[in-house]
């Protein structure tokens, strides 16, 4: 395993001796690896979200919903979750 040293403010070093204390945490390092998890399972999952809408922005000028698009909707939700 690796070791880099960062520096914090007195507030944030208080902040994760607090969290280790709490007894969920074994270290300091244990609870800023959980961290960069989450972040990155977070950073994941926003992925397939922002290429739909660049999608949507790329796809041209938007036009009004008709009787017919909201008719295909209803019929494609009662085929595939009904």
Known sequence: MNTINISLPD???A???KQVAS???NNISDYICELIVLDR???KAKE???ELLRESLD????TP???G???????????NFL
Request: aromatic letters at 10%; zero cysteines; glycine letters at 6%.
């Open 23 to 25: 007894g969920n945490y």
């Open 41 to 43: 399972k977070r950073k």
């Open 59 to 62: 796809s041209g000028e938007a």
């Open 69 to 79: 698009d909201w008719e295909n909707i209803r019929q494609a939700v009662r085929n």
């Open 48 to 50: 397939p979200v922002e």
């Open 15 to 17: 902040y994760l001796e």
């Open 11 to 13: 507030s944030i070093k």
């Open 65 to 67: 919903m008709t009787d």
